[in-house]
Nanobody
Framework: QVQLVESGGGLVQAGGSLRLSCVASGRTFSTYIMGWFRQAPGKEREFVAA????????YSADSVKGRFTISRDNAKATLYLQMNSLKPEDTAVYYCAAGSGGITPQSYAYWGRGTQVTVSS
């Protein structure tokens, strides 16, 4: 089992940047594929990006490709999401998740509580 805590969210102007972090408890962080999801008000939770256990493989949603970068540090049990060129439509609660991979929330067994990202125009 793993517990996840996100941080780094906030209010930023369009075109700005934020870096989200997700710290995992326990010694099993490196055994999970990690992902970032987001959920805007009134919308379903959607996939943002995922990264393999060894940090070599990554995959991102088309909506964030070229702007967001997912990374992880297994020694620090920490997942990151670097977000550049932010747009108002990126406004959402961002969640990190640990699981077996994929782009659906059902593929991830463990979730953090989320961190709010608000992008003003």
């Amino acid at each position: 089992q793993v517990q996840l805590v996100e941080s780094g969210g906030g209010l930023v102007q369009a075109g700005g940047s934020l870096r989200l972090s997700c710290v995992a408890s326990g010694r099993t962080f490196s055994t999970y594929i990690m992902g970032w999801f987001r959920q805007a008000p009134g919308k379903e939770r959607e996939f943002v990006a995922a990264i393999s256990r060894d940090a070599i493989g990554t995959y991102s949603a088309d909506s964030v490709k070229g702007r967001f970068t997912i990374s992880r540090d297994n020694a620090k049990a920490t997942l990151y999401l670097q977000m550049n060129s932010l747009k108002p439509e990126d406004t959402a609660v961002y969640y990190c998740a640990a699981g077996s991979g994929g782009i659906t929330p059902q593929s991830y067994a463990y979730w953090g509580r989320g961190t709010q990202v608000t992008v003003s125009s």
